[in-house]
């Protein structure tokens, strides 16, 4: 009898330990591995990387506006003027960019998996780099030295090239998040910098514009 007893008490103190070691199994069973998590955030990482906001519309359309004054601008002058040199290229940059701000624009409607990921990157520096090189030379040089319609397209393009590649590329946004995580004090000291940039590029332009215009005075007196 007792060892019947003991028999049919020993497994009801048991069961409750039995029943710990299986549920304690059963969740470590179904904790996620090392390699399930990294390759979790490698395949989220990716479709981010895969997809743009959108606005990104918005912004290529800004800068396919910019360009159409930058082609309509400089062709009125054309008809003034001799369309050669800066203005020559001015309406040429018109054309290239317009057209090229439209293909994009369709490539986002209809085939959005070419413009985004490394397609959109390159198309944004692409932008980048164009407007970088021809607002300075329209607004340091010719034709649009001046404050006017062809001036503020110009900056405008330029400004909506560079979000358009902050959005577009994911190194761009790591560095510049960085630079706003800074103190105040390096953020002004960039600032200051790049002020003085702009300053020196134009103080060079206008030296060089008043040692062009000595030259041809000096030449008249001759």
């Known amino acids: 009898m007792r060892q019947r007893t ?16 299986s549920e304690t199994k059963l969740a470590q069973s179904y904790e996620p591995s090392v390699d399930e998590t990294d390759t979790v955030e490698v395949r989220s990482s990716e ?11 918005s912004v290529v359309i800004v800068i396919f506006v910019a360009s159409l004054i930058i082609l309509v601008q400089s062709w009125i002058l054309c008809d003034r003027v001799s369309c050669k040199d800066e203005l020559g290229y001015a309406l040429a940059a018109g054309v290239i960019s317009s057209t090229a701000a439209l293909v994009y624009l369709l490539m986002l409607r209809f085939a959005p998996s070419c413009g985004v990921g490394i397609m959109g990157t390159i198309w944004a520096a692409l932008f980048f ?3 970088s090189v021809s607002a300075g030379v329209f607004t340091f040089d010719q034709p649009y ?19 358009l590649l902050y959005i577009s590329s994911p190194w761009v946004q790591k560095h510049i998040n960085g630079i706003s995580e800074r103190e105040i004090a390096y953020k002004l000291i960039l600032v200051l910098f790049l002020a003085s ?11 060089d514009q008043g040692i062009r215009l000595l030259r041809q005075g000096f030449s008249h007196q001759k």
């Open 6 to 21: 003991s028999r049919g008490v020993h497994p009801h103190k048991r069961q409750p330990v039995c029943a710990a070691m």
């Open 47 to 57: 479709s981010k990387n895969n997809t743009l906001p959108e606005y990104t519309h």
């Open 129 to 131: 780099c164009f407007w």
């Open 145 to 163: 030295y001046y404050t006017g319609n062809g001036y503020f397209a110009s900056w405008i393009a330029w400004f909506s090239s560079v979000f």
């Open 197 to 207: 940039v702009v300053e020196l590029a134009s103080s060079i332009h206008v030296c």
